[in-house]
């Protein structure tokens, strides 16, 4: 039962059933080795595929290995110790040392001096409002993971467009000649019903262009998050990072699990927190990936503070020929959260012409707005028209 309640909270779905079962299955004679042992749990709790590793390290960590008096007695002997090699840090570790040792640290701190006084308080915001509205940058490590939790559970809106392919339909507009004079055929020259079609819906591509330097290396850890919750619901998602050079992680992504795939990331990304070449990395998007990601109107992420090192007039250039190749492109800039932003950087006026909307990404607020705003909705308040014609006072503060 214990067992079964560490899988629960690293993430593993056991349900009081299953217990049963292992209990069951236990007393038929499944305890004879180690080995029949961890496969009948194995065969019991383990219902998909990605959720094995983070059982095989669970049930070693939790069942004691045999070797494990060994290694405790090479560290009590530093000098017979040998060094081996480093060995990665295997995904689902973390959430597995915090869903073991939880219990140990609630029970210290039930554990109170005597004539100890509890004060009971009360607020007027709650903790999560607080999160919600809390900037990325300030964050502290408990309220980071938090917010990773609160991005995991997020819900994420469906649009889907018209294309110009049909499908099968009893109450379609339009006849299907085809199907109809097939079904003839079948039917000897005998009365039939008419076919009929509609234009089949799906949804379109989204690519995603996340800016990882140094100035947005702060927001581009939390935004991967969300891009993987993306992913996971959400089919024909390509995400592309670059600072210096441009990368595609979209394979890293599509891991089941949120810290293996963080894990792909860093280890395929050779950039992270350098310098900033936003012109260089669009030609590079726009001359080897744009005809291949770019299809059936898809829809472009561009997640950047705009502040661009190099010469703006090729900045300029490259976001009029991705311009020509989305069909709506959507500017996620930090910089926004800041009442009274002026466009005064000259890489974020060689971007400003050429999207559609603009929006500020820095906090789970801003996050919920953005799975809001997928679905196509354009605000008048996201308009960057609108903003440069008008001033800063058009654009709504999220301070």
Known sequence: MHFARVLREAGIPVGPGAVIDALDAAATGAMASREDFYWMLHSVFVKKREHSPLFEQAFHVFWRRPR??????????????????PKDKKAGMRRLAEAMFSDADTTSQRQRPPGEVEIDAEYTSSVDEVLRKRDFEQMSAEEVRRAKQAIARMRLNRFEVRTRRFCRSIHGSRID?????RDSLRAGGDVIDLARKVHRYREPPLV???D???SMS???RMFLHFLHALSSDRSRVHVFVFGTR????????????????MEKVSAQV?????????ADCLKNFNFHWARRVLTQGAHVLLMTDGLERGDTEALSIEMARLRRAARRIVWLNPLLRYEGFEARAGGIRAIMPQVDEFRPVHNLET???????????????HNPRRFMAQGPESLEAHP
Do not use: C, H
């Open 68 to 85: 494990m008096l060994e290694q405790m007695m090479q560290m009590l002997f530093q000098q017979i110790q040998v060094e081996a090699p």
């Open 177 to 181: 000649m085809r199907r109809t004079l």
């Open 208 to 210: 995603v262009l996340a």
């Open 212 to 214: 990882i330097s140094g």
């Open 218 to 220: 702060g927001y581009s």
């Open 246 to 261: 441009l990368t595609n992680i979209t394979r890293a992504l599509k891991r089941r699990d949120v810290d293996e795939a």
């Open 270 to 278: 050779q950039d992270w927190s350098g310098g900033t070449r936003i």
């Open 367 to 381: 996050l919920e707005d953005l799975a809001a705003a997928l679905t196509g909705s354009n605000e008048a308040s």
